[in-house]
Structure formats: C-alpha cells, structure tokens
C-alpha cells in the first residue's frame, strides 16, 4: 500500500549511485500486467539517468518477479539491430534530469525535466519504446528572470517559471487531463530567500497517432 510508512528495502536491490555509471541513479517506472510470450505475468518498464543530469534517458524492462534485481534488467537499443536484451540507447539525445513515468489508459507517459532546454516537458506514446519518437508538450517553459517578489506567481495563462524542476505525475490524471507537480526554488541567491514550492499544472498532452 503506498500510502502506509515504514517500507523496508528489498535485500540485494540496493546499488552504488556509480552503478551502470551513474545512469541508473535517478529511474522511475510501471508495471504493466498484460502477459506476453517472454513473461506471462508481464513487464515493468523502468526508465533510467543520471542523477546529476547529465545523461539521456534509457529504458528497461523486467520481470516482475526479478525487477529488484537490477542485473536482470533487459536494456532496450533502438535502430537496426537493436531490440530488447541490448546494452540501452538513448531514446533521445537531450541530457533529462527529475522523471515520472506511468501507463495512462493504456499508454506510456513520461514527465521529466529536460536539462538541455531548462524546460519540463512531457511525452505520451504508445508503448515504452516509441517515446523517443513522441510528441513533446511543454508544460513549463524555463525563463532566466525571476519576478518581484521571487515567489508571485504568474497568472494562469502563462506557463514560463525561472528555475523550474521536477514535473511529477498526479493520481489520477487522464491523457485528456495530466495533472503535474513542478518544483521551484531560487537556490542561486541566498539573499532572495525566495522559499521552495510546488506548483501543479493542468495539462492536455499532444498523444501519438492511434495504433
């Protein structure tokens, strides 16, 4: 139950943050139950940087009965010859940083900072492999200028934040309407003391072609 403390670590999940180097100290996932030749009680797709920002995001699979253990984790490599059970590609080349992933009606949806841009972004795609090739919505666009005060918020039409970060999937959002948590916090001038927030944004995502 997610909402009950005191979760105890699985024995033999625990990694160095160097493990994979480093491109596995930031992940975030999904179990998806639909069986398949391979795994008859399904797959959880595991999407993966480093926590630092300075790699592009990967994806995995496993089992669910082994995903603790990440030596089983099957890498996914895109192009010609590529496929599961490969040493992971990047799905795209932009460095990512805060990521959330998550199947909604059925499809594959991740937010994330997006560390080349400064923007937090979000893509839907049909299924783990083709986010690399999804349509992107922006849901924050970065600016350098914070206001004045630092911590006014702009009027609700207006999606730019200075510093933004994070851009979590809420509960029970839809394709039609993503619900996303978005950090903020002015953390390059002490003086401002401009405090740390969350900002939740509303968001209609553009979805891939129907397949």
Same mark, same amino acid.
């Given at each position: 139950?997610? !909402?009950?403390?005191?979760?105890?670590?699985?024995?033999?999940?625990?990694?160095?943050?160097?493990?994979?180097?480093?491109?596995?100290?930031?992940?975030?996932?999904?179990?998806?139950?639909?069986?398949?030749? *391979?795994?008859?009680?399904?797959?959880?797709?595991?999407?993966?940087?480093?926590?630092?920002?300075?790699?592009?995001?990967?994806?995995?699979?496993?089992?669910? *009965?082994?995903?603790?253990?990440?030596?089983?984790?099957?890498?996914?490599?895109?192009?010609?010859?590529?496929?599961?059970?490969?040493?992971? $590609?990047?799905?795209?080349?932009?460095?990512?940083?805060? !990521?959330?992933?998550?199947?909604?009606?059925?499809?594959?949806?991740?937010?994330?900072?997006?560390?080349? $841009?400064?923007? !937090? *972004?979000?893509?839907?795609?049909?299924?783990?492999?083709?986010?690399?090739?999804?349509?992107?919505?922006?849901?924050?666009?970065?600016?350098?200028?914070?206001?004045?005060?630092?911590?006014?918020?702009?009027?609700?039409?207006?999606?730019?934040?200075?510093?933004?970060?994070?851009?979590?999937?809420?509960?029970?959002?839809?394709?039609? *309407?993503?619900?996303?948590?978005?950090?903020?916090?002015?953390?390059?001038?002490?003086?401002?003391?401009?405090?740390?927030?969350?900002?939740?944004?509303?968001?209609?995502?553009?979805?891939?072609?129907?397949?």
């Amino acid at each position: 139950e997610p !909402m009950h403390g005191n979760w105890q670590t699985v024995p033999g999940s625990v990694r160095q943050a160097s493990y994979q180097g480093g491109g596995q100290s930031q992940i975030s996932g999904f179990y998806d139950p639909i069986p398949t030749a *391979e795994s008859p009680r399904g797959w959880v797709y595991i999407v993966a940087d480093d926590f630092d920002r300075t790699h592009p995001v990967v994806l995995y699979r496993s089992t669910p *009965e082994n995903f603790t253990d990440r030596s089983t984790w099957q890498g996914w490599a895109a192009g010609p010859g590529g496929g599961w059970k490969k040493s992971p $590609t990047p799905l795209w080349g932009d460095q990512i940083g805060e !990521m959330s992933f998550k199947q909604i009606d059925g499809k594959a949806v991740l937010s994330y900072f997006n560390a080349s $841009t400064g923007n !937090m *972004e979000v893509r839907v795609a049909n299924d783990p492999t083709s986010l690399g090739t999804a349509p992107v919505t922006t849901v924050v666009q970065h600016v350098d200028d914070w206001p004045e005060p630092a911590d006014s918020l702009p009027p609700p039409w207006d999606n730019r934040l200075a510093q933004p970060y994070g851009g979590y999937i809420s509960p029970g959002s839809t394709l039609d *309407e993503l619900r996303i948590f978005v950090s903020q916090w002015d953390n390059s001038d002490p003086r401002a003391r401009a405090p740390y927030r969350v900002i939740q944004f509303a968001v209609n995502p553009f979805k891939p072609d129907i397949s």
